[in-house]
């Protein structure tokens, strides 16, 4: 009798299924994207009112109001992609649980099945708020509404680099997982990584109100390579050499925690031990 056989899937299609299957079953989470949805409204509004009270009061910025509101109102559109502070409480339980058996047991590499779940559950957040908060705000009268691109250059060049900055968050939060498996207890490293995260990437105050000293430092950093970069090309903020320097960097980075992350999961797993039968 002779069987058929049907070729194995390769790694590559196992973790474009995860991706599948973490997307769509993110995506039944609508009433909560909704009340988010009006949250970002809020917060976006309130944003650009108390910049507002700055700029009537004259003097020089850095960015042209109409920039800034633009910078706003993607940032509420994309929150779900850059927001480092948002975490996967399923994988902290696999870690101080001690299910993380099962995720050993499994024929994939888990730091990329982690890093996978977690990307694909950024993007089914961002997919149910963006569309409507860009729908809105795209016809807010001027100076208050998002512009058009600063060019079709600048334009290709955000969704290149927004893609890079979504794979940076993700590569970041991974270190937060990791550190994990030495403290038990991921409540005081959440708490670090969200006051670093917010300030020092620009969700707060973007980086080029800061003063010119401690704003060249945080370029240098990974922080200015997630939502800041993409966001200020969109505006026209970054253009020339400094937009290739500043996307050379984030590439840098992209690597440099990859790799990072990569070896210190594989040390954490060494000293891996779970107890029961």
């Given at each position: 009798?002779?069987?058929?056989?049907?070729?194995?899937?390769?790694?590559?299609?196992?973790?474009?299924?995860?991706?599948?299957?973490?997307?769509?079953?993110?995506?039944?989470?609508?009433?909560?994207?909704?009340?988010?949805?009006?949250?970002?409204?809020?917060?976006?509004?309130?944003?650009?009112?108390?910049?507002?009270?700055?700029?009537?009061?004259?003097?020089?910025?850095?960015?042209?109001?109409?920039?800034?509101?633009?910078?706003?109102?993607?940032?509420?559109?994309?929150?779900?992609?850059?927001?480092?502070?948002?975490?996967?409480?399923?994988?902290?339980?696999?870690?101080?649980?001690?299910?993380?058996?099962?995720?050993?047991?499994r024929p994939v590499d888990l730091y990329t099945m982690w890093f996978t779940k977690n990307a694909a559950i950024?993007?089914?957040?961002?997919?149910?708020?963006?569309?409507?908060?860009?729908?809105?705000?795209?016809?807010?009268?001027?100076?208050?509404?998002?512009?058009?691109p600063a060019s079709l250059p600048a334009f290709i060049m955000f969704c290149v680099t927004m893609v890079l900055?979504?794979?940076?968050?993700?590569?970041?939060?991974?270190?937060?997982?990791?550190?994990?498996?030495?403290?038990?207890?991921?409540?005081?490293?959440?708490?670090?990584?969200?006051?670093?995260?917010?300030?020092?990437?620009?969700?707060?105050?973007?980086?080029?109100?800061?003063?010119?000293?401690?704003?060249?430092?945080?370029?240098?950093?990974?922080?200015?390579?997630?939502?800041?970069?993409?966001?200020?090309?969109?505006?026209?903020?970054?253009?020339?050499?400094?937009?290739?320097?500043?996307?050379?960097?984030?590439?840098?980075?992209?690597?440099?925690?990859?790799?990072?992350?990569?070896?210190?999961?594989?040390?954490?797993?060494?000293?891996?031990?779970?107890?029961?039968?």
């Amino acid at each position: 009798m002779k069987y058929s056989k049907h070729p194995r899937p390769s790694r590559i299609q196992a973790y474009l299924s995860l991706f599948r299957i973490r997307f769509i079953n993110s995506l039944q989470y609508r009433l909560a994207a909704y009340a988010g949805v009006a949250t970002q409204f809020a917060w976006g509004f309130m944003t650009l009112l108390q910049f507002g009270a700055f700029y009537s009061a004259g003097g020089e910025f850095p960015m042209e109001y109409s920039q800034l509101s633009s910078y706003v109102w993607l940032q509420q559109a994309f929150l779900a992609l850059f927001m480092a502070w948002f975490f996967d409480n399923e994988i902290f339980a696999l870690i101080t649980g001690g299910n993380i058996a099962y995720e050993l047991a499994r024929p994939v590499d888990l730091y990329t099945m982690w890093f996978t779940k977690n990307a694909a559950i950024r993007c089914s957040k961002a997919l149910l708020r963006f569309i409507p908060i860009l729908a809105v705000s795209v016809f807010l009268p001027a100076p208050y509404g998002l512009s058009l691109p600063a060019s079709l250059p600048a334009f290709i060049m955000f969704c290149v680099t927004m893609v890079l900055a979504l794979c940076v968050v993700v590569a970041f939060v991974m270190l937060v997982y990791i550190a994990t498996f030495y403290t038990m207890n991921p409540l005081g490293v959440r708490l670090i990584a969200l006051s670093a995260t917010d300030f020092l990437t620009g969700a707060l105050i973007p980086l080029p109100f800061f003063p010119d000293r401690l704003r060249k430092i945080i370029e240098l950093t990974p922080f200015a390579s997630m939502q800041n970069l993409p966001l200020r090309i969109y505006c026209g903020n970054i253009a020339g050499a400094e937009l290739w320097h500043s996307v050379g960097l984030q590439v840098f980075w992209l690597a440099a925690l990859v790799v990072f992350g990569r070896m210190w999961m594989n040390a954490a797993l060494r000293r891996v031990v779970v107890q029961g039968g």
